[in-house]
T-cell receptor
Framework: GESVGLHLPTLSVQEGDNSIINCAYS??????FIWYKQESGKGPQFIID?????DKRQGQRVTVLLNKTVKHLSLQIAATQPGDSAVYFC????????????FGKGTTLSVSS | ETGVTQSPTHLIKTRGQQVTLRCSSQ?????VSWYQQALGQGPQFIFQ???????GRGNFPPRFSGLQFPNYSSELNVNALELDDSALYLC????????????FGNGTRLTVT
């Protein structure tokens, strides 16, 4: 079916480490992917996106990698900080009209100092 | 630039009642989407509005309905509330281009007793 899943529900790292959050998607027709960060009591906050014609995209301290062969998406956070502690969701757009995003269940990142 | 704002932030209703949630889109955005997020889960797509018309709908019953106004603000209405409707309801806006990221508000926490 059309769903986005995450490999690990929780990830604990030390401040300063690099974090890698993984996501597997099932629809090979998906052409757009987004990572969101959600802090407690807030809505999802856009981090970075990538289109299916790319395999890597970099932002400030974050990198998204897309492997279409194995339908895998990852978010890398460099020099993780306590403020990065949150739930991270990957989302895919399977609708060519661009209407609906399908979200995974999320990975909770905990950063200890 | 004003972000997406939602009201109210919290709401308690009784089973069988009706509820209206409100959303003001981000400046310059003409497309509004609504998502339902159950505790511990990722957001689920309810529907999207573009130019005051419903532009896509997820797997939600007809008692979930919406409106978009000429100023691009939007309402989500839920009739005959059920206990399972208890969730965080998120509104997101986007500029209406295919594969552009959604920008979310902080949601309305609805509790049905």
């Amino acid at each position: 079916g059309e769903s986005v899943g995450l490999h690990l529900p929780t990830l604990s790292v030390q401040e300063g480490d690099n974090s890698i959050i993984n996501c597997a998607y099932s629809n090979s027709a998906s052409d757009y992917f987004i990572w969101y960060k959600q802090e407690s009591g807030k809505g999802p906050q856009f981090i970075i996106d990538i289109r299916s014609n790319m395999d890597k995209r970099q932002g400030q301290r974050v990198t998204v990698l897309l492997n279409k062969t194995v339908k895998h998406l990852s978010l890398q956070i460099a020099a993780t900080q306590p403020g990065d502690s949150a739930v991270y969701f990957c989302a895919e757009n399977t609708d060519q009209a661009g209407t609906a995003l399908i979200f995974g269940k999320g990975t909770t990142l905990s950063v200890s100092s | 630039e004003t972000g997406v704002t939602q009201s109210p932030t919290h709401l308690i209703k009784t089973r069988g009642q009706q509820v209206t949630l409100r959303c003001s889109s981000q400046s310059g955005h003409n497309t509004v989407s609504w998502y339902q997020q159950a505790l511990g889960q990722g957001p689920q797509f309810i529907f999207q509005y573009y130019r005051e018309e419903e532009n896509g709908r997820g797997n939600f019953p007809p008692r979930f309905s919406g409106l978009q106004f000429p100023n691009y603000s939007s309402e989500l209405n839920v009739n005959a509330l059920e206990l399972d409707d208890s969730a965080l309801y998120l509104c997101a806006s986007s500029p209406g281009q295919v594969n552009s990221p959604l920008h979310f508000g902080n949601g309305t926490r609805l509790t049905v007793t």
